[in-house]
């Protein structure tokens, strides 16, 4: 369930070269940002880093996507310092929002996906099923992805945003602090029962499933600190 250390670094500089570049007026309100292979060449980064990194300032409100035209700057905020204060947060406080995001997501996205929402979310259930060999990251990547897209789907921008900073957070936090990885590990019944909810628009089923998930994870996580302490 950990997403690789070196992957979320460079995502999180990414996000702060860009904030601060915005910040100091390179691009000014209204005007258009390079696109992101020249962003990628200019940062010396993947352009999947620099997509992340978009994402995560269009999700702040600095940024919007003008579909066909590019992306634009909406205003020049810095976020890095205030994500960088929520990443003081403790471990169980980390996993306590995002539980409590999840689960509001799945409910929210009950009631407002879309067709398109719910052939995302469904594309990416498919990508839960286990392959063999495969490392935790790979399979952290495709779990991230079908939260992201309940998350999206719910049709509140803040909460998607807030999703995908602490998504990203507490699982870091989980491989630097629970070497053994003993947190479990939902399996896809439990995902594709959250899909069924949420393809049938049942709100109330859609965050008990969701629940399902979550509460286990805060549960076991008190009991690993509790005996660590």
Known sequence: ??????????????????????????WPVGSRIPTEPELADELGISRNTVREAV????????LEVRQGDGTYVRAIVNPGEAMRALS??????????????????ARLAAERAGAGDI????????????????????YAERDL??????????????LAGLYHFFSRAVRQSVQDS????????????????IFDAI????????????AAITR?????????????Q
Do not use: W
Request: proline share 4%; charged share 30%.
């Open 1 to 26: 369930m950990n997403i690789s250390s070196s992957k979320r670094s460079l995502v999180d500089i990414a996000v702060d070269n860009l904030g601060k570049q915005l910040e100091q007026g390179r």
């Open 55 to 62: 994402r995560v300032l269009l999700y702040a409100g600095l």
């Open 88 to 105: 003081r947060a403790s471990l169980r406080e980390h996993l306590e929002v995002r539980c409590l995001l999840e689960e509001s997501a």
């Open 119 to 138: 052939a995302r979310i469904a594309a990416t259930l498919d990508g839960l099923q286990r392959r063999d060999g495969e490392t935790p990251e790979s």
């Open 145 to 158: 992805a079908f939260h992201v897209a309940i998350a999206d789907a719910s049709g509140n921008q803040a």
């Open 178 to 193: 629970i070497r053994d990885e003993a947190l479990p590990d939902p399996d896809f019944a439990a995902h594709a029962a």
């Open 199 to 210: 393809r049938q628009g049942r709100p109330d089923e859609a965050g008990r499933a969701a």
């Open 216 to 228: 286990p994870l805060l549960a076991t996580l008190d009991r690993l600190l509790d005996t660590k």
